[in-house]
Structure formats: C-alpha cells, structure tokens
C-alpha cells in the first residue's frame, strides 16, 4: 500500500468544533510533519515530531512511531483553519531528506 | 530574518518550450534547499534536494533538472516542457542537517498548454 494514507480526504466542519486527521505509516518512520496550505498554495509547517506529542493553540498532534500513524488534533474550528492539510513522514534510516507526503485533508470551516 | 522567494509567480508555457524557475533564501548559510511538485488537486512530491553549492539529488525523474549555482539559489528547468508538467512548484529550505522544519516559497503556478 501507500507509504503514507491520510484520512479523512476531506472534512467539513462548523466553527467551534473539534475534530481530528490521522495518517498511517505502512513502515517504521523516523518523523513526521504537519503542514496546512491556504487557498492561495502557501504552506506552513505546522508540527514536527519526532515521537510522542506537541500543542500550539488549538492544534495537537501526536506521533507514535511504534504504531505507525499520527493524528492532528483540531480544537475549536475557526474560518481561517480552512485549507488542506497534508502530513509528511521521513523514513528511518532512509535520506535525511526524503519526505512523503500524504495526500491532504481538506477542510472546510463553515459558520 | 530568513526570507524565501520564488518566480515567476505563474508562467504559461507551450508545450516543447523551455522552463526555468527560481528560488533564492536570503539571511541563512548553507540551507537544504528542495524543490516541490503539486498536481492541481493532488498531493507533494519532492522532486530534487540539496545539501551544499553545486550538489544536487533527484528524488523522482519527471524529465526536470535542478542546479544550485550559489549557495542561495536554486533552479528549477527543462529544455522541453511536457503537459504532465503542469501544476505548482515549491521550493523549500530547511536548516542545515535538520529536516525538522521547512519553509516554503509562495509557489510558482504552471501551465503547460
């Protein structure tokens, strides 16, 4: 199967709801990353993680490498969350550049 | 601060004609540069990487190439462009040996016609 498999493909929600994105990994991978894109194809990484979990406002996410996926967190939808959101894994022992990306989750925020 | 830019912003370009794009990060030293590709619609793939001046590693074969002429700049051309190769080019920098974060450009739309 893929590398990396993102769910859901697109999500759809009402401001000031939680919800969550997860990715699944089909092997062992060094690190994982989280990034959103706006409308306009800009992207900024979100979260990078090597194990275990981090929170930035409204965002959480956690990687459990010895499972094999990570999930994205979003608490208390705002408009300006809407975007796709793509994870990306670096695989252990592979290029210390190499990353493969998910492919995306799109969310729509709605009021 | 750290600064990336791109361009063009957006080019169209017959297909046959050559292509080059740009990418230069201005206030860091030796960064990994990386140049990314997004069909419409689709997910990234990262096309080339490079770790110091003059070297530069392809990640998948898309009949691309990519150079570092200065440690600031990355190019992104072909001599012949194809349909497939439309879609949104990013470039990205990462501090040097540490895949832990990235910076995107704004991107470089492209059609291919």
């Known amino acids: 199967g893929m590398p990396v498999e993102q769910n859901p493909p697109a999500l759809s929600l009402y401001e000031g709801a939680d919800s969550g994105l997860r990715c699944n990994f089909s092997?062992?991978?060094?690190?994982v990353q989280w990034f959103q894109q706006n409308h306009r194809g800009r992207l900024i990484t979100l979260f990078y993680l090597a194990q275990g979990t981090k929170e930035n406002g409204r965002l959480k996410s956690t990687f459990n490498s010895k499972e094999r996926y990570s999930t994205l967190h979003i608490k208390d939808a705002q408009l300006e969350d809407s975007g796709t959101y793509f994870c990306?894994?670096?695989?252990?022992?592979?290029?210390?550049?190499?990353?493969?990306f998910g492919k995306g989750t799109k969310l729509s925020v709605k009021s | 601060a750290q600064t990336i830019h791109q361009w063009p912003v957006a080019e169209i370009k017959a297909v046959g004609s050559p292509l080059s794009l740009g990418c230069t990060i201005k206030g860091k030293s030796s960064p990994n540069l990386y140049w990314y590709w997004q069909a419409t619609g689709g997910t990234l793939q990262q096309l080339f990487y490079?770790?110091?001046?003059?070297?530069v590693e392809s990640v998948v074969q898309l009949n691309l190439s990519a150079s570092r002429p200065k440690d600031d700049q990355f190019i992104l051309s072909t001599e012949k462009l194809l349909l497939s190769h439309s879609g949104f080019y990013l470039c990205?920098?990462?501090?040097?040996?540490?895949?832990?974060?990235?910076?995107f450009g704004h991107g470089t739309k492209l059609s291919v016609l």
């Open positions: 092997t062992t991978m060094k690190s």
């Open positions: 990306a894994a670096e695989l252990t022992g592979g290029s210390n550049a190499k990353l493969t």
């Open positions: 990205a920098w990462s501090p040097q040996l540490s895949n832990e974060r990235l910076f």
């Open positions: 490079s770790i110091t001046v003059g070297q």
